[in-house]
């Protein structure tokens, strides 16, 4: 089950007034969310957005069972469109929104969805657990795209240093037999980087994985989009945290948060950490980093 990061930090980051209407971007199955919708209590409104259906539905059904629930609402839908979400709800303007980025430990260990390089799966990596045709999948991205696109990405979005050699390997191998699943790419993977690399503590995999699932659900576009979109959803006062999981993430939210320096200010100057009791009980918390705006 996916433990909740910089749980009570998030809780307390987001100033709950009971009877107030929060929003968690990325609910998963309700770790934040469940906390969130008992410090609001039966008065409040708590609306739960993911692009993941099955994880939606699990949160529905743990949280709508608890005592003094706020009123509720499940919603499948990308958190880049927050501002239409809330209009169909015919909600105005909440007091707070979370975000805590990237997958959950069910999508990366058992969503079958090609998260992980540790199984052998087909490569899909979309957040949607159940994608249309026309959604863009991984496999469309290492067989279709142009190497030099890939090795953008692999650069751009996870500072990968062998972009270039990974992104022309990909390109050569796919002439031969189309990559269909993760341990294909795997294998392409180590054949081109050198063997220091590939015997680092991190794997030789993590960034090309990282980059191509951030470049599947456009994950730099709709967090752009969310943090655009706060001044115009948060009432004064309004809080917004955001946890994030690598750099890439993390300097996105730094930038979006200094230009967003005329109507909001910042909680804490520095991101907050998980301390050190949480990583040993959740080594997946040890990245993890907490930023927090207030509408003025
Ligand atoms: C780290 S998990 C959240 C875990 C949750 N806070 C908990 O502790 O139980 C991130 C979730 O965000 C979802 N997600 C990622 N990007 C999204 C997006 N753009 N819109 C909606 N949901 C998204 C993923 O499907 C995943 O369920």
Known sequence: MHVPVLLNESIEGLNISPGGVYV?????RGGHSIEIAKAIGHT?????????????KAAEERISSIPNAPKLHFVHSNFRSLKDVLKNLSIE????VLADLGLSSEELDISKRGFSFRFDEKLQMTFNSHPGEEDIKAEDIVNDWSEESIADILY???DERYSRKIAKGIVESRKEKRI??????????????PPSYRHKKTHFATKTFQAIRMAVNDEVGS?????????????SGGRACFITFHSTEDRIVK?????????????????????????????????SQLRIIEKV
């Open 180 to 193: 269909l699943t993760t341990q294909q790419l795997v294998d392409i993977i180590s054949r081109l980087v």
């Open 156 to 158: 751009g979005f996870a």
């Open 24 to 28: 968690d971007c990325t609910t998963n």
């Open 255 to 287: 930038q979006k948060f200094r230009a967003l320096k005329d109507s909001f200010v910042l909680v804490n100057k520095k991101a907050i950490v998980p301390k050190k009791e949480e990583i040993i009980n959740n080594p997946r918390a040890r990245s």
């Open 223 to 235: 967090l752009t989009e969310l943090i655009d979109s706060l001044e115009d959803v948060l009432v």
């Open 93 to 96: 303007r909440v007091n707070g």
């Open 44 to 56: 409040g409104t708590l609306i739960c957005l993911d692009l993941d259906q099955e994880a939606l």
